[in-house]
């Protein structure tokens, strides 16, 4: 029977939550009985998780569908998944009619019912599954890396802010039930995970529907099954981002100490006009609770828009003088950019490209600069990092902190390098914006 098995290659694009539902999707594949490939050449069925947060990353999807063409001679079969594929539907077919399956997120629950349709030369979509109450929860899950593991504990977003596309391309918001996230959270430990990190679009929202945990309660019991070392979450929304959180991470160990919070502005016009529903003094005082925290030193990062319709030069130095004020240790800054279906599409006073292109490249550089000053602080400390991999060609063990932060270090002479997935202790001695250097130590 197994040269007739049908073979699969999968490639994502987007974010994290579109990672963990490829790893899913797979786990579901092989459970009905697919092999996965690590080429198209070899593969019966091609899987495209697509994402269509910014106009980039969608164009990339279309000059991929455009390369299937020329296979579709060899008889694969091509599935687009994700937010292009829910966002685009049936267009999909008929811009690339070597398609056989287009499914947006909140219809994964399905694919096996999807893969025995497509198996009898039959298009499948899967479009209308939006406003289910049902998460995509598989026991198949294939996770690619044995040490940190991901748990998606709410999928979709409520929350509609001008300019996102997510509310459409994932549907409503669905939490799973706490049970089956813990349960889910002692299986991974069982099996020598150490590093869990709990997803959703907007994890502040987190409902349990048996009505058990909130969410810094479900974070902290995580943070206490056995064998977990390290509890991360992303992504919070400022609005719903209550003390709790800080008073959890503040006092269960295991619970890192980075939190990501995107602000997106900080004029408080902008804000406004994004709905964002917080003003930049709602913000700052959440920040200032993880700072006045006792126990443990947040590490904060955010995301940034510039260029929102209407953002003033005044406004976007607002944003500026944000960076400052907060001390971020990182920022992940997008020029604005039109979303279908998004109310920003119909916001007067567009920003040109290029002006876009300079607010992004003066805010880069200002946070780099804060960042230098930051990262300089950690000299001399010794911090315990996790091992993630080698940069053989520098002859460093490449190790991440609790603080989200990547520290390379040597390992002494005459000692045996730690492996992949192993804890160790590092001193820093040079820094970096991006990065800290240091040695082992023994
Ligand atoms: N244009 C630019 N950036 C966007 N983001 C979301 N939608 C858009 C858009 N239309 C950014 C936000 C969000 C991150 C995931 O992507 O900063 O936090
Ligand atoms: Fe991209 Fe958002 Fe979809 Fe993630 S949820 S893949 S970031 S559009």
């Given amino acids: 029977m197994s040269s007739l098995q049908k073979t699969f290659f999968i490639e994502t694009f987007g974010c994290q939550m579109n990672f963990h539902d490829s790893e899913k999707v797979v786990g579901t594949l092989i459970s009905q009985g697919y092999r996965q490939v690590q080429t198209v050449d070899e593969a019966d069925l091609i899987f495209y998780n697509t994402c269509s947060i910014r106009d980039k990353a969608e164009q990339k999807v279309f000059h991929r569908l455009a390369d299937f063409k020329r296979l579709q001679q060899q008889g694969k079969q091509f599935a687009v998944i994700g937010c292009v594929a829910q966002q685009e539907g049936e267009k999909i077919f008929e811009r690339a009619p070597h398609v056989s399956l287009v499914a947006g997120s909140a219809s994964y629950r399905n694919l096996p019912q999807m893969l025995v349709q497509i198996g009898q030369g039959q298009r499948a979509t899967g479009l209308d599954d939006r406003q289910t109450d049902q998460t995509f929860e598989t026991e198949f899950t294939a996770r690619t890396n044995p040490h940190r593991g991901y748990i998606t504990i709410i999928e979709g977003c409520d929350k509609f802010c001008a300019y996102c596309v997510v509310p459409y391309t994932r549907g409503k918001e669905r939490s799973r039930t706490s049970e089956s996230v813990l349960a889910e959270a002692h299986r991974m430990a069982d099996a020598g995970y150490t590093d869990i990190q709990l997803l ?14 909130s969410f810094a309660e479900l974070l902290a019991s995580v943070g206490e099954v056995p064998g977990i070392r390290r509890v991360r979450f992303t992504t919070s929304h400022p609005r719903h981002f209550s003390r709790d ?21 900080g004029s408080n016009r902008v804000l406004d006009a994004m709905y964002r529903e917080y003003t930049r003094e709602l913000y700052l005082e959440r920040i200032s609770w993880m ?12 995301d940034v828009i510039v260029g929102f319709p209407g953002e003033t030069e005044a406004e976007f130095e607002e944003t500026l003088t944000l960076l400052d004020e907060v001390g971020y240790d990182g920022v992940f800054s997008f020029k604005y950019s039109p979303r279908p279906n998004t109310p920003a599409l119909e916001y007067a006073d567009a920003i040109s490209d290029e002006e876009k292109t300079r607010r992004l490249a ?48 040597s390992v002494p002479p005459g000692h045996a390098e730690p492996a992949i997935g192993a804890y160790v202790n590092a001193r820093v001695t040079v820094t970096f914006p991006n990065s800290l250097a240091g040695e082992m130590v023994v």
């Fill in 291 to 302: 700072k006045a925290a006792r126990n443990k030193t947040f590490s904060i990062t955010t």
């Fill in 362 to 409: 003066v805010l880069n550089e200002k946070q780099r600069e804060i960042q230098r000053a930051r990262y300089a602080k950690h000299l001399g400390d010794i911090m315990e990092v996790m091992v993630e991999g080698y940069n053989r060609p520098r002859g460093q063990v490449i190790g991440r902190t609790s603080q989200n932060k990547t520290l390379n270090f």
């Fill in 245 to 265: 959180i800080v008073d959890a991470i503040d006092s269960v160990p295991t619970l890192c100490e980075h939190v990501h919070l995107p602000v997106q502005s």
């Fill in 200 to 213: 959703g679009q907007n994890v502040n929202s987190y409902s349990d529907p048996l009505g058990k945990a």
